[in-house]
């Protein structure tokens, strides 16, 4: 699991900057805002698995290998 949430934040990563390029470049903004906008929502993901709740438990912590 921890090889996935990694992936995705590289992921992640990687559309911020290939939109930060492309929307120098005069891309479509539609692009642009679309690849911004997948990137948020794989971050937002990954918080969830990751942020403890109230109890101090992450969902992740939860889960068994």
Known sequence: M??????IM???V????????LWRRG???KQVFL????AAIMLANVAIWTVPD??????L???TD
């Open 10 to 12: 590289l992921a992640a």
């Open 27 to 29: 891309g479509s903004s």
């Open 35 to 38: 690849m911004i906008l997948l």
């Open 2 to 7: 921890d090889t996935i949430l990694s992936i």
């Open 61 to 63: 912590d939860q889960v």
């Open 14 to 21: 990687a559309l911020v900057a290939g939109a930060i390029f």
């Open 54 to 59: 109230a109890s101090g438990e992450a969902p």
